[in-house]
């Protein structure tokens, strides 16, 4: 079982940046494909973006990119979402995601091709 505990969301206004960061409750990262998805009140989850097991590849929702970054630290089992010039819409319960091999979901931007999910944590971006 892969438990994942995301960390970093909080209040900014807009304009601003956060980092969020996630990672695999007692045991490595090493090796998973991971996600980040958000959602927001009375709207479906949505994927934001995703980054490859060994970090080569990445894959960006429209909506986020060129502000949003994804980047791992296999050394310290984390996964960072790098959020710049957030805007009111962004604001949302962001979710990191993964899954292990055999991998099925790289590609996939339906939440649920993704098998492992963590709590959330709450990004609000005031305007």
């Known amino acids: 079982q892969v438990q994942l505990v995301e960390s970093g969301g909080g209040l900014v206004q807009a304009g601003g940046s956060l980092r969020l960061s996630c990672a695999a409750s007692?045991?490595?990262?090493?090796?998973?494909?991971v996600g980040w998805f958000r959602q927001a009140p009375g709207k479906e989850r949505e994927f934001v973006i995703a980054i490859s097991y060994n970090g080569h590849n990445t894959d960006y929702a429209d909506s986020v990119e060129g502000r949003f970054t994804i980047s791992r630290d296999n050394v310290k089992d984390t996964v960072y979402l790098q959020m710049n010039s957030l805007k009111p819409e962004d604001t949302a319960v962001y979710h990191c995601?993964?899954?292990?091999?055999?991998?099925?979901?790289?590609?996939?931007?339906?939440?649920?091709?993704?098998?492992?999910w963590g709590q959330g944590t709450q990004v609000t971006v005031s305007s």
């Open positions: 007692g045991r490595t990262f090493t090796g998973y494909n």
């Open positions: 995601a993964a899954e292990v091999p055999p991998f099925q979901a790289w590609g996939s931007r339906l939440p649920g091709a993704w098998p492992y």
